[in-house]
T-cell receptor
Framework: DGGITQSPKYLFRKEGQNVTLSCEQN?????MYWYRQDPGQGLRLIYY???????QKGDIAEGYSVSREKKESFPLTVTSAQKNPTAFYLC???????????FGPGTRLTVL | QQPVQSPQAVILREGEDAVINCSSS?????VHWYRQKHGEAPVFLMI?????EQKGHEKISASFNEKKQQSSLYLTASQLSYSGTYFC?????????????FGGGTRLMVKP
């Protein structure tokens, strides 16, 4: 079955700790994205990658970092520099930046 | 720049119709529509391209007015399963590399 997976589903972190969220896809998509969603709000773009070994900042990249060493994988690191990291994080992929995006199930991050 | 959706919320009785609007201040190449159930990932509904035809399947359809940079999503004879938050996403009509930008969402509740 082709799809996009994220792990873990729930993540708890202490203040001052970095944490990495996993995103894997087997759809052979070139483009991958990370979004942040706060309660009752829309989706805000953190980072995106249109091709392996290349990525660009989105609207709210401060305090986050990514890598794209493999086509299938686009992990997101939430660093201690992110002031308010508690949120629902969604990863998505698409054939290219103009096509529909397919979303993973999301990771709910809570900072204690 | 984020597209503006209206209304922000709507409550329907089963079988009633609804229209959700999405408006942008910039020239658009495409408009995407997604539906998100509470706690889940957004699911792609349809995409409307500049110069393309009105899209639809079953009782959900959409239109795209390129001159006004507006799109509308039509839900006819609504079912309980239509409940959720609907997001439009827009891609600007200029150089390549434009990213999908999501609106703030419209919360739809269908009651029996």
């Amino acid at each position: 079955d082709g799809g996009i997976t994220q792990s873990p589903k729930y993540l708890f972190r202490k203040e001052g700790q970095n944490v990495t969220l996993s995103c894997e896809q087997n759809l052979n998509h070139d483009a991958m994205y990370w979004y942040r969603q706060d309660p009752g709000q829309g989706l805000r773009l953190i980072y995106y990658s249109q091709i392996v070994n290349d990525f660009q900042k989105g609207d709210i990249a401060e305090g986050y970092s990514v890598s794209r060493e493999k086509k299938e994988s686009f992990p997101l690191t939430v660093t201690s520099a992110q002031k308010n990291p508690t949120a629902f994080y969604l990863c998505a992929s698409s054939i290219n930046s103009y096509n529909e995006q397919f979303f993973g199930p999301g990771t709910r991050l809570t900072v204690l | 720049q984020q597209p503006v959706q209206s209304p922000q919320a709507v409550i329907l009785r089963e079988g009633e119709d609804a229209v959700i609007n999405c408006s942008s201040s910039k020239a658009l190449y495409s408009v995407h529509w997604y539906r998100q159930k509470h706690g889940e990932a957004p699911v792609f509904l349809m995409i409307l391209l500049k110069g393309g035809e009105q899209k639809g399947h079953e009782k959900i359809s959409a239109s795209f007015n390129e001159k006004k940079q507006q799109s509308s999503l039509y839900l006819t004879a609504s079912q309980l399963s239509y409940s959720g938050t609907y997001f439009c996403g827009t891609v600007g009509d200029n150089n390549a590399g434009n990213m999908l930008t999501f609106g703030g969402g419209t919360r739809l509740m269908v009651k029996p």
